[in-house]
């Protein structure tokens, strides 16, 4: 059992979560080849707008569902997320990578949905 977070509710307030990561920080950038094989001045400023941003804790939720094979449940409590959270994440996740693989789009591991390192 993961124990209890301590919920407390305030109204119009959302309270800050530490989230534990086990994967590396650093931002890396992933290329489909064909864009790979593209000067890097052809990719700066056409697709940077086209890349699909994927955040430390996205990669972190599928990390731990589909490589470590944790259930939701346990992998929600080893990151400190409720459920519902974690599954938001994990959904996102998804998502965001069959969309970069479908469309061809760079896939971008930053640590905020802006692209920031």
Not at 55 to 66: I, P
Not at 77 to 82: D, E, K, T
Request: glycine share 6%; charged share 25%.
């Amino acid at each position: 059992m993961c124990g209890g977070h301590g919920h407390r509710w305030m109204w119009g307030r959302r309270r800050k979560r530490t989230v534990f990561l086990e994967v590396p920080t650093e931002c890396v950038l992933y290329l489909p080849l064909s864009l790979e094989k593209a000067s890097s001045s052809d990719m700066c400023p056409d697709h940077a707008q086209e890349r699909i941003v994927l955040t430390h804790v996205e990669l972190q939720a599928l990390k731990l569902v589909h490589l470590d094979n944790l259930s939701q449940a346990e992998a929600a409590c080893r990151m400190g997320l409720p459920r519902s959270t974690f599954w938001r994440v994990l959904e996102s996740a998804r998502r965001k990578l069959i969309q970069a693989l479908v469309e061809r789009k760079p896939i971008l591991i930053a640590s905020t949905e802006r692209g920031q390192c």
